[in-house]
């Protein structure tokens, strides 16, 4: 790997080095309304002596070592610092992992990409239909190179690739437009080609919901949730809520997620995983520990939760992995990675075939959630008798997250990891991913 700093004596320090390329093209309505391609490099660089921490960010890569020199002149030299419990915890890996740089983001043409914008134009747009407002196609991608350094010894370099892109429409809806689309990913331009017939099958759901969607009677249901809905859930309602440092000054939470305690079905299990080559893939995570698969919920039993080297300490448990910042110019916290609830055995068909009355929610927009949580839906059908009948408009579903983990009573096997997501907290955005398969829930208040 190369690159050498003389850390200072008695301080721990680390110094975290990210190179980002990014690209962005854009045809709205026919005309190419953004084309960007952009490079940033930086570091963060920290020094702690103990009690405090002292950073400092810089895009002056050729000045790393007296930005570190400098931040060490205010810090207290302490001796013990490698004591500190935090401090402590923290790995001291070594590695190379450069995946991408056979057909780096930098080097690919950008007529890959137009290539990719004029194949979904001929492909998916029409003239003539009355339904449609306006339409757009978009492809892109980044590119980042980060490199890990610190006192404890640890040198780690990786790289990360994604390219993305879709086609989306605004659709009428008696004077309400609703946005119908698909997003793609690959590692290539050439990977997001090849989906026409599914755009093209998602925009003719859309068109038949605006045009026959019935409100929905608000009450209580057993619904049936999509892997993309099921997704949100396990992000929004229960990662969360594994995010360690949350419980930091929480006793109550504290109180309430024991390890070792049943929470939910048996039927439920529910893992976060950085090492997986998707949207949320990070090796390593921004304290240089390596990635770990790390089992939230267990058949129903609460196993672990996500960690940063100071909530480990405070809780007494090993770091996972999940320590991360939006970029160079944030701290890091704990956050999510892939995170995804475990698909059973059950095949959609017959989960929809064993449900007399309920409700299929087949896509929600957003969610939040904590003791209690709310997702937005989108488009749902009504169930009747095992089979799915007319769409339903539904403003929103909610629950308590206790109540729902216990209410899961089948699971299938449609088991799917979506790369759409990018989450966000304490005013930072990272790339995570979720999944799930399609799951049936007795019972989830419906408005």
């Not at 960007?36 to 810089?58: C, F, H, M, P």
């Not at 086609?167 to 309400?176: A, D, K, M, R, S």
């Not at 240089?288 to 909530?311: C, F, N, P, Q």
């Not at 930072?428 to 019972?443: C, D, E, L, N």
């Amino acid at each position: 790997m190369g690159e050498k700093f003389h850390f200072p004596k008695d301080l721990y320090a680390d110094i975290r080095i990210e190179e980002k390329y990014t690209v962005n093209l854009f045809n709205f309505n026919g005309e190419l309304v953004n084309d960007r391609a952009t490079q940033e490099n930086g570091a963060l660089i920290r020094v702690y002596d103990g009690k405090l921490w002292y950073t400092t960010s810089t895009n002056e890569l050729d000045r790393l070592q007296e930005e570190l020199d400098a931040l060490a002149e205010l810090a207290q030299p302490n001796p013990a610092v490698y004591d500190d419990p935090a401090i402590r915890l923290l790995e001291v890996n070594r590695d190379e992992r450069l995946l991408y740089e056979g057909d780096k983001l930098a080097d690919i043409a950008r007529q890959r990409f137009l290539d990719v914008i004029d194949y979904y134009v001929g492909a998916c747009i029409e003239d003539e239909m009355p339904e449609v407002n306006s339409w757009s196609v978009g492809a892109g991608g980044e590119y980042m190179k980060k490199s890990f350094y610190s006192s404890k010894g640890s040198e780690i370099v990786y790289d990360y690739q994604m390219c993305a892109g879709g086609v989306w429409y605004t659709l009428g809806n008696n004077g309400q437009p609703m946005n119908s689309g698909k997003q793609l990913f690959g590692v290539t331009p050439e990977e997001l080609t090849g989906h026409e017939a599914e755009i093209l099958a998602e925009r003719e759901r859309y068109i038949d919901f605006i045009k026959n969607a019935v409100d929905v009677e608000p009450g209580e249901y057993t619904c049936v949730l999509s892997p993309i809905t099921t997704a949100m859930f396990a992000h929004e309602s229960f990662g969360h809520k594994s995010e360690a440092d949350f419980m930091l000054n929480d006793k109550t939470l504290r109180d309430e997620w024991v390890l070792g305690k049943k929470v939910g079905s048996d039927l439920v299990s529910i893992c976060d995983s950085g090492d997986m080559p998707n949207h949320g893939y990070i090796p390593y995570d921004d304290e240089g520990t390596k990635a770990r698969e790390t089992w939230l919920i267990k058949d129903g039993v609460l196993t672990g939760r996500l960690h940063d080297a100071h909530s480990a300490a405070a809780l007494e448990e090993g770091l996972t992995g999940n320590c991360r910042a939006q970029s160079y110019r944030k701290r890091p916290v704990v956050r999510m990675t892939n995170t995804f609830l475990q698909a059973g055995k059950d095949s959609f068909e017959d989960i929809i075939a064993d449900t007399k009355d309920g409700i299929y929610v087949y896509m929600v927009s957003d969610g939040t959630g904590s003791a209690t949580f709310v997702m937005n839906a989108t488009i749902c059908y009504r169930i009747r008798d095992g089979k799915i009948c007319e769409p339903l408009r539904v403003h929103m579903l909610t629950g308590s997250v206790f109540q729902t983990l216990f209410d899961i009573d089948r699971v299938g096997s449609d088991f799917e990891l979506f790369d759409t997501y990018t989450c966000g907290k304490m005013n930072q955005m990272v790339r995570v991913s979720a999944g799930g398969p399609s799951i049936r829930v007795r019972k989830l208040q419906v408005s």
